[in-house]
Structures are given as structure tokens and as C-alpha cells.
């Protein structure tokens, strides 16, 4: 064999033989998951309220309903829905009532002070009630909140009851304790609008319902049957509301 080939060769040989000696890259590190903790405010109350066409012909009635864990309801369908993209370090219901945290400067207050969640978190969802959420804005006492509404009038001017869960969810940096976003709760509309609407607030009629002034004048079949459709909107527009939210998962 040639000198040159021969020293062609060996050259190859030795710069092969050094590239397999070489570490191999280490992978790239993968984003880390967001951690994020749930805190639920929405307390062991509803509102039972009627309406007219002035706020002096307003009525409410605050009803506890312990035994319906809404707090418990909220946390589930909030987890649902962000398990997929964070890290779920703590979720509880927080010791303020719902009207405590209606607004974006108390939860933040509250955030600061540690209030919302006993685990570090680098983002707090919060599920509360909302002056911002509220259907009827000249309307302060009813049609707020998660309850049971109704418009009181004669026919054709009179409505059926409804139920409705008219909450916001706020996400809030859990280290800088600033704004991250906030919305309204809304969820698929049940058919779409003239408009061309594919949401809706979170409330559902309640058709041939037999309404009563007082809560303790209704059923229990009735109870059970408003129990279970708060439940409903609940388990629907909150993971819809928490889908369309621009959170920073990196």
C-alpha cells in the first residue's frame, strides 16, 4: 500500500477513535412544570333572590347549605382541568366567604398574607365570587354569586326561576403575589345565539318549577334538584373557563 494512502488511513482511524471517546451530549433539560395551588371561596352559602324592575323591588335570602361541599365541586373541576399542563401542589377551600374575596385587591391582600393556600405555589388559582361576574349590575343582592333567581312580574313581563353560578376565577403570581389574569365564569352555550355565540354565562332555567318566597317552604326534591344543577355549572364552566385562560407554564 502506498505511504500517503496508508497515512490517510491512520489519520481517519485516529480521529474516529478519538470522537468515540468523547462524553455524549447531555439531553437538554425539559421545562420545568408550573406548580400551581386552588383555592376556593365560594363558601357554604346560596342566594335565593328575586327581582324587579327597580333594585328597591330586590329581595334576598342567604341560605346555608353546608352539605353541598361546593367549595369541594369547584376544587375537582379546577384540578380536572389543570393537571394536564401543572403540577397541583395544594388545593383548599379558603376560611373567607365568598363575598371576602369579590374583588381583585382582597384576594391579592389575602394572598399576601398567606390566606389562600398553606403550600408555596408559583401560581394560586382562585374561584370566587365577583362584582365583575355578576349578571345585573344595578342588581347588588341578587343574581350574584351561585343561588337561585328570579324576575318578579306578571305575564308576559314574569320569567321562569333560574339557577346560576355567577363566579370569577383570578390566577395570581404566588411569589410576587401580582396579577397574572382573571375571568369571568362562562361556559358552552347550550345552542347558539342569534349573534353567533358559542358561550354563556354559567345559569339554566328552571322550567314549570313551582316557586316559593322562603327556602324552608320549598321541597326537598326541589333542594336536591337545585343541588344538583349548581353542581353542573360548576363541573362545566369552570374547566371551560380555565381552558381559554392564557397561563404562563414555563
Same mark, same amino acid.
Given at each position: 500500500?502506498?505511504?500517503?494512502?496508508?497515512?490517510?488511513?491512520?489519520?481517519? /482511524?485516529?480521529?474516529?477513535?478519538?470522537?468515540?471517546?468523547?462524553?455524549?451530549?447531555?439531553?437538554?433539560?425539559? &421545562?420545568?412544570?408550573?406548580?400551581?395551588?386552588?383555592? &376556593?371561596?365560594?363558601?357554604?352559602?346560596?342566594?335565593?333572590?328575586?327581582?324587579?324592575?327597580?333594585?328597591?323591588?330586590?329581595?334576598?335570602?342567604?341560605?346555608?347549605?353546608?352539605?353541598?361541599?361546593?367549595?369541594?365541586?369547584?376544587?375537582?373541576? @379546577?384540578?380536572? @382541568?389543570?393537571?394536564?399542563?401543572?403540577?397541583?401542589?395544594?388545593?383548599?377551600?379558603?376560611?373567607?366567604?365568598?363575598? @371576602?374575596?369579590?374583588?381583585?385587591?382582597?384576594?391579592? @391582600?389575602? /394572598?399576601?398574607?398567606?390566606?389562600?393556600?398553606?403550600?408555596?405555589a408559583d401560581l394560586i388559582l382562585v374561584i370566587s365570587s365577583s362584582n365583575s361576574a355578576q349578571n345585573r349590575q344595578g342588581h347588588p343582592t341578587v343574581d350574584y354569586g351561585v343561588g337561585v333567581s328570579r324576575w318578579r312580574g306578571t305575564p308576559p313581563f314574569s320569567r321562569p326561576p333560574y339557577v346560576h353560578a355567577f363566579l370569577a376565577v383570578t390566577v395570581i403570581d404566588g411569589k410576587r403575589f401580582t396579577l397574572v389574569t382573571q375571568a369571568s365564569l362562562k361556559m358552552k352555550a347550550r345552542r347558539q345565539s342569534v349573534l353567533g355565540d358559542e358561550e354563556t354565562l354559567p345559569f339554566v332555567p328552571l322550567e314549570e318549577f313551582d316557586w316559593r318566597d322562603h327556602w324552608s317552604d320549598l321541597t326537598e326534591r326541589q333542594h336536591e334538584q337545585i343541588r344538583q344543577l349548581v353542581a353542573t355549572l360548576l363541573k362545566q364552566a369552570i374547566p371551560f373557563t380555565i381552558e381559554k385562560l392564557t397561563l404562563p407554564e414555563s
Open positions: 500500500m502506498p505511504v500517503g494512502r496508508s497515512r490517510i488511513l491512520l489519520g481517519v /482511524a485516529l480521529l474516529l477513535s478519538a470522537c468515540a471517546a468523547l462524553p455524549a451530549s447531555p439531553p437538554s433539560p425539559e &421545562s420545568p412544570i408550573r406548580t400551581i395551588a386552588i383555592a &376556593s371561596a365560594i363558601g357554604p352559602e346560596i342566594i335565593l333572590g328575586e327581582t324587579g324592575a327597580a333594585a328597591s323591588d330586590d329581595a334576598s335570602q342567604h341560605i346555608a347549605v353546608p352539605g353541598w361541599d361546593l367549595d369541594g365541586v369547584a376544587i375537582t373541576a @379546577a384540578r380536572t @382541568a389543570l393537571a394536564r399542563r401543572f403540577k397541583v401542589v395544594a388545593a383548599a377551600s379558603t376560611p373567607q366567604d365568598g363575598p @371576602a374575596l369579590s374583588s381583585t385587591a382582597a384576594i391579592l @391582600a389575602a /394572598a399576601r398574607k398567606g390566606a389562600l393556600t398553606p403550600t408555596p
